[in-house]
């Protein structure tokens, strides 16, 4: 008959350790935060695709922009990762490089030109939504105005 043997130190440390790395991944997640966006304010832009990065942690949509009497500028509008988009019904090829959208954002605090994005308007009318917060504003803040346009 074999004998039962208790686990070792070794074998505690490698648990500790184990669990250790799993709880600094979550804190590393939560850290995250979209504070750097004003949540009180939803800017509809609208103007051509000029890059696509369909990535994780984040995926970003580069427009440019036309203004009367104004030069030419591009924004940069963050979305979700690439799994978050996918349930929420995106995909990577519903975004071209040349496509006239519309798309409704965040604006950053700082006056850069950056968004956190709310949703897309394709050019064949398909509205993408669930790629930043959601419409409304997020839970316990105090919501986002009625959409603006960009003049």
Known sequence: MSE???????WRM??????????????AQAH?????????KRIIFTGTVQKWVWANPH????????????????WGFESGGTSMLIRAGWNAADIQIGDKVIVTAEPERTGQHLGLMEQVQLPNGRVLAGGGPPPGGLPGGPGPAAPVPYE
């Not at 039962?4 to 070794?10: A, Q, S």
């Open 4 to 10: 039962i043997r208790k686990p070792d130190g070794n």
């Open 32 to 40: 995250h935060s979209a504070s750097m966006f004003d949540g009180t």
């Open 59 to 74: 995926s970003w949509l580069y427009l440019r922009i036309s203004r009367k009497d104004r030069p030419e500028e591009v």
């Open 14 to 27: 490698a648990v500790a350790a184990a669990m250790l790395l799993a709880m600094t991944g979550l804190s």
